[in-house]
């Protein structure tokens, strides 16, 4: 079963507009991981945040990380075009292999 | 420094062919992760490798699938008498194999079954 369920699936804003992509899981993590898709292409990572944070940022990138929620959000602000693609978060639980949710399509338009 | 490559980068085969594919880690990384993702959806996990350890199979959908990985370094993931259904993006990833280190992905080979 899926570890991360990234929310929504599909998101389309506009250029300038910030975006929120949203990461429930299930079980105790050690630290979640975002990673960007464009089409095409492999995955490239964009932030980690370990279990014992609670915020993260990267440039205009912002995540935040509520354990006891089991849930993650990553902030995109300011967005561009060149920021559409599919974003992915990952749970790494204590060295066993990482759980990639389905991912969010973020368009933003120009 | 050079990245995580895959090759090939596209292979289209007939079905009941067996396929080979290619990983080549960045250098000095000791993990190494193999994902299938079909159209539109997320990773799969296949099979990781850590090191000298026995690898972690626990992800390969049927005993047709197989991996290697020779030396610590290159690995190969072979699917046997392919299925229409083996059709997908194959994806590698290597990292450092530490604590709280990011994976580096190739670009995936594309694989078609007609």
């Known amino acids: 079963s899926q570890q991360g369920e990234e929310d929504p699936q599909a998101l389309s804003i506009q250029e300038g507009e910030n975006a929120t992509m949203n990461c429930s899981y299930k079980?105790?993590?050690?630290?979640l991981q975002w990673y960007r898709q464009n089409s095409g292409r492999g995955l490239v990572h964009l932030i980690l945040?370990?279990?014992?944070?609670r915020e993260k940022h990267s440039g205009r990138l912002r995540v935040t990380l509520d354990t006891s929620k089991k849930s993650s959000s990553l902030l995109i602000t300011a967005s561009r075009a060149a920021d559409t693609a599919s974003y992915f978060c990952a749970t790494d639980n204590y060295g066993q292999n990482f759980v990639f949710g389905p991912g969010t399509r973020l368009s933003v338009l120009p | 420094g050079a990245g995580v490559s895959q090759s090939p980068s596209n292979k289209v085969t007939e079905k009941g062919k067996d396929v080979e594919l290619r990983c080549d880690p960045i250098?000095?990384?000791?993990?190494l992760y193999w994902y299938r993702q079909s159209l539109g959806q997320g990773l799969e996990f296949l099979i990781y490798?850590?090191?000298?350890?026995?690898?972690?199979k626990s992800g390969l959908p049927s005993d047709r699938f197989s991996a290697e990985r020779t030396g610590g370094s290159v690995s190969t993931l072979t699917i046997q008498r392919t299925q229409q259904e083996d059709s997908a993006v194959y994806l590698c990833?290597?990292?450092?194999?530490?604590?709280?280190?990011?994976?580096?992905f190739g670009d995936g080979t594309r694989l078609s079954i007609l």
């Open positions: 945040i370990r279990s014992n944070e």
């Open positions: 079980t105790s993590i050690n630290n």
């Open positions: 990833a290597s990292s450092w194999g530490t604590a709280n280190q990011p994976q580096h």
């Open positions: 490798f850590q090191g000298n350890s026995a690898p972690d």
């Open positions: 250098s000095g990384h000791t993990a």
